[in-house]
């Protein structure tokens, strides 16, 4: 090829990831100081984004090559998967053979292994690449899987980089509760024209340039004009280039070659694509419906703490709660959890948004699904199941007032959608009390004990 012209002892814009050509601008350094924290602390995600082509690759991949060998990687790369395909995934970078395994086993599993590994001294990271190809569900799944936990510090280190579209879907309604547990969450923009230059040059060097001038002065100009400081399109318009410049057999680049790499690739100048990238966002923001995240004051022993988040990512203003679940225990209110657009898992482990610890309680026990017109509660094939008016079911559409039992406690549902502005969850569980109330017979399905309560209705 054309290395022997220019005196190269390798290609210098090849498009795969090598860490050995990566150019750390001020957002690149910033952008890996971030990924590095998750080492030290693991209070949440960190959340990388940038267009395509900005090097995020590139910069996981030195990330990875800079680890301690205390440090035990799964690297997600393939991200169009079903919530089962990605557990299996997980475990397979660690080293099992989990395809024939249901979705418990996966997750018993998973478990065990982080414990062992933090009994060990070891951490565990998972990196998730493409990340704004993964479902609603399975981000849900690795929402979970962030809550695991020993009595001091989650186990689990957790890093999901995409491109924009992921910050819209991390922003919709259906995952507030994911959005609240980001640590940091920092976006990598393109290279300034100056930084741009200086990766040109770092590229040629460690390439086996020795610090000759091979593209003119002029060419810089033009060469930003149509990449706009992407990293991947800077490398793909400088390769062009000197392949023009090769076909004159000529060892320097000049604005000629440039303009004919330009005319060859038929790309409108960066800002005309800017335009229309951004027309395509907007076009994703919709599809997942931007309503922002809020704040949850749950009942929970393990609450999810809202941290700080780049400066470009302000906190967004709070929404009104849809409802509440009232938590009740001997005939007293013990705690309330405020329900929100998505998923809400209640058991006993504390990885979930409301934990209850009682030996009659299954580790995942059972998930509302909060939506703007309804509430559903639904079973996670917990051991004891949950009660309805005296039935167990699998899935039950909440109404105001309902009760619903789950071994020695009981989840009172208080919808507040259909209450006068500024009513409060105490003032609707006063007006459900004044009503009239059903004696029911509760019967706990582990130890067959009968107990008796009153149902509001």
Request: contains cysteine; negative net charge; aromatic residues 6%.
């Amino acid at each position: 090829m054309y290395t022997g012209l220019f005196k190269l002892t390798e290609l210098p814009f090849r498009l795969s990831p090598d860490p050995q050509f990566l150019y750390l601008s001020k957002n690149h350094a910033r952008a890996k100081a971030y990924m590095e924290s998750t080492i030290w602390f693991t209070d949440g995600f960190v959340v990388i984004t940038g267009e395509i082509g900005a090097g995020k690759t590139t910069l996981i991949e030195t990330f990875l090559r800079e680890l301690e060998k205390d440090v035990v990687v799964a690297q997600i790369n393939q991200t169009q998967v079903s919530a089962i395909e990605f557990l299996q995934a997980v475990l397979v970078q660690f080293g099992f053979t989990p395809f024939n395994m249901k979705k418990a086993e996966l997750l018993s599993t998973l478990n065990d292994f982080l414990i062992e590994q933090y009994a060990a001294g070891r951490k565990v990271l998972l990196i998730v690449d493409e990340a704004q190809n993964l479902s609603l569900r399975v981000l849900e799944e690795i929402r979970m899987l962030s809550g695991i936990e020993t009595t001091k510090e989650k186990v689990l280190r957790i890093i999901l980089a995409g491109q924009p579209e992921l910050n819209a879907k991390l922003d919709s309604p259906e995952l507030v509760q994911l959005a609240q547990r980001v640590r940091l969450r920092f976006h990598l923009t393109p290279l300034t024209p100056d930084d741009m230059h200086a990766y040109v040059l770092h590229r040629l060097d460690v390439a086996g340039s020795g610090g000759r001038q091979i593209f003119e002065e002029g060419c810089y100009p033009l060469i930003f004009r149509y990449t706009g400081g992407v990293p991947r399109l800077v490398n793909t318009l400088c390769e062009t280039a000197m392949v023009a410049a090769y076909t004159n057999d000529r060892d320097f680049v000049i604005p000629a070659d440039v303009e004919s790499a330009i005319e060859e690739l038929q790309w409108p100048d960066f800002e005309t694509r800017a335009a229309r990238q951004a027309q395509a966002l907007r076009a994703a923001g919709n599809r997942f419906g931007n309503v922002p995240p809020a704040d949850d004051s749950a009942f929970t022993r393990t609450s999810p703490s809202l941290h700080i988040t780049d400066d470009s990512h302000p906190e967004p203003p709070r929404t009104e709660p849809l409802a509440y679940i009232m938590v009740v225990t001997e005939g007293r209110t013990v705690g309330e959890l405020a329900l929100r657009p998505g998923r809400t898992v209640v058991g006993r482990t504390p990885d979930n948004d409301l934990q209850i610890d009682s030996r009659f309680i299954s580790r995942h026990h059972c998930q509302i699904i909060s939506r703007p017109d309804n509430c559903v509660i639904e079973d996670l094939n917990s051991t004891n199941g949950i009660t309805v008016r005296s039935r167990r079911v699998r899935t039950h559409n909440l109404n105001d007032g309902d009760v619903v039992v789950i071994g020695h406690h009981e989840l009172m549902y208080i919808d507040m959608r259909n209450r006068p502005a500024g009513s409060t969850p105490a003032s609707a569980l006063t007006s459900l009390t004044g009503q009239h109330a059903q004696t029911v017979v509760l019967v706990d399905a582990e130890e067959g004990e009968t107990t008796r309560g009153k149902r509001k209705r």
